[in-house]
């Protein structure tokens, strides 16, 4: 208790909402399992050390990309154009190879140019006041122009086999990639930042009420474009993984990653209207759909299928809280007729 | 003139009451949850004369013109009009009646033309029902003619002035047949040569027999055109007197005169250092030349009108909005940079005036809320815990007894006035030297209330300069050390606490010519 309350306030109003996050996080992760046990169970080859590691292999670009998205989507944002921007640095790798720059030279610049791409988004939103979404989805066409006037339709394959062999190596027998261990302590930093500062509070309360925040002494416009820079450079980092993973820089890299990337992170509880959701919530809904897709793949289901499956997902990501909200409604308040 | 001869009832012909009114409001009463907005309001309009309606900021006028536009239906209480018991339903059955609006600021299709604008949804048409654009200019034309106003009735309606977008309202007003016309502060955004047209067009619809609803804080507007002045106060109706027969000070004392109990006690405290001052502050169209300050200790009551500009100001000051010219300067030290984060370092605290979309995050819970300010101050090597956040929450709980079930409580189950206390916390924690208060007691029970005026005394009593505004004149009375009045974008008064009173500040509040105005040193 805070003080004596005189007029003691129910404790069940509360419920609720709090109630509510905390079984969306429940549904996602009993989903996860259920996922697992019925793919182990039916699809053959799931269940191997083997699969895992391609699994999780797979899931490193997704989960790369879904960290900086869910601070942005909390801020009440979002940034379509990470795919693009992977696939334009991609391409500039590529040619910078080419051109017989060294890996330690090529990754730091194809940083800053990830970070430059995703500073225009952020001074676009947050200087001009445009919304992000007309914003990143010109963008989005733009960096992917911008990836093929780098290369046009060839492609850039003469990465030596150590390197692109050794993004695939293994923590011994386990089928565990040894690269998803820094990836994995990206997510905890990313976590830490957001349930653990300051900066995480303002996300929450920028995505909440930007009014609010801005009379808080929040600067809002200064977040956001922190937040679409470090955007572009966690997306240059994922062009530069793609391009060694499949060693091969091409034009159309990555092509509509931001998709699974958004899917994932609705399907993660958090509300595409800013305010709401976790990251590990959020690291919940990237397994789910990595699995899904693997599964699927194993059991021969056509890729057009399975980019309905991302699609329907992320659909149901968006209606399901709110179909939840309105069944809960209607059950408190049954309609007379 | 034979004026001695005639032998007739009415004394004056104007002004007499003449039979059946047009319109009339008996009793009516209007609740919106606790809130009483309307408690026993009387209304009577009559053909051919103009009825200004008048009172503080929350006596009940807007409710008023809501339900006259059937936009609120009144908990109780008669409408009659033409003498026969109607209720209105809706807006449109109050236009059926003949009941036309025109607001402040008209909502018109920016991209129709006026003629379209005047007949939208009742086009005047031609065979196989084509729209008559010939007719329908003719029409307008004619309308404007006897507004005797001049306006293209082909241009688009954007771009047209304020003014000239209500003349478009008054036309489509009488296209309507409209027999009431209740204007709601028509005035308030308009220049001086477009007030002078919109009187002149309203005298020509009272010479054909409208009844004419005017309501306009400017006592000089209601003078120069009202036959009947109605005040009201809290929600019910005061007086109904010709307007020939009142004088300002009359009005301002019926629009005021109510008991000012000790409710707000203020502490006599040391008054110190000049902590704020704002030297020639404008911002066009929003206000200019404002220039005051605030002593350490000393509470400063801002008054006024709703509009007049105060909370712009105050807004200014923190950094939310930019200013054109002018100073600021927190503890002799210029505030240059504009923003709120720059002016929390300098110690400036901010209580805005909508509580629950400035002031708080509602969807988070009592202690994120508290702690938004404090997230550099309660964060140990970057990191920042619940723990950290809800010792800190208990601890301005405790001090300022908040009323709540705990840290994590959503803050929309607590009460208004912990909601509010919240607020005061969450700036009080920053350590500021000044603290600005819009509205500090807005939608606050009565009990809260004294406690919150309790507080800011005491902060006052600790050598915290408070700027407070406030649109309740007991709050800004009893509270006050010194009161600056605002009346359309200036101060137009500086009074000490012993000058203060409901008349010198209401009349320097409506920019009334009379006597207790001062300027300010």
Redesign the interface.
Known sequence: MLAESTRPVPVREAAPRLGFLRSWDTAIIIAVLLSIAVAAATVAGFASPRNAGFLLIDLIPILLLALPMTLIILTGEIDLSVASIAGFVSCVFGALWNAGLSLEVIVPLCLVLGAISGAVNGLLVSVLGLPSLAVTIGTLALYRGLAFVVLGDQAVTSFPRAITSGLQAKIGATGIPVWIIPVIILAIIFGIILHFTGFGRSLFAIGYSEEAARFAGIRVAQTKFWLFLVSGAVAALVGIWWTLRYGSARGDNATGLELSVIAAVLLGGVSIFGGKGNLPGVIAGVALLAILRNALQLASVPEDTLSMLTGGLLILAVVAPNAITWARTLSRHPRIT | MDDTYDVDLQSSPKTAAPGVPVLELRDIHKSFGAVKALQGANLSLHKGQVTALVGENGAGKSTMVKTLAGLHQQDRGQVFLDGEEVSFRDPLHSREAGIAVIYQEPTMFPDLTVAENIFMGRQPVRSLRRIDRKAMHQQALELFRQLGVKIDPDRAAQGLSIADQQVVEIAKAISLNARVLIMDEPTAALSGVEVDRLFAVTRTLQERGAAVLFISHRFEEVFALADWITVMRDGAHVATSPAAELAVDEVIRQMVGRDVASLFPKQETVIGDVALEVRGLSRKGVFSDISFNVKAGEIVGLSGLVGAGRSEVARAIFG?DKYDSGEILVRNQNLKPL???D??AAGLG?V?EDRR????????N?S?NL???L??K??RF????NQAEAQS??EW??KL??????????IS???GGNQQKVVLG?WLATGPRILIIDEPTRGIDVGTKSEVHRLISELAGTGLAVLMISSELPEILGMSDRVLVMHEGMITAELSRSEATEETVMTAATGAESSGKETPA
């Open positions: 939310i923003s709120p984060r002016s929390m901010f805005p979309k400035q002031g708080l995050v509602m969807e988070l009592v994120r702690t938004l300010t997230r550099k309660l964060s970057g990191l920042l815990t929450t208990k709980a405790r007894q908040i009323k709540a079930g705990a840290p994590t409580s959503p189950t607590l009460s969450k």
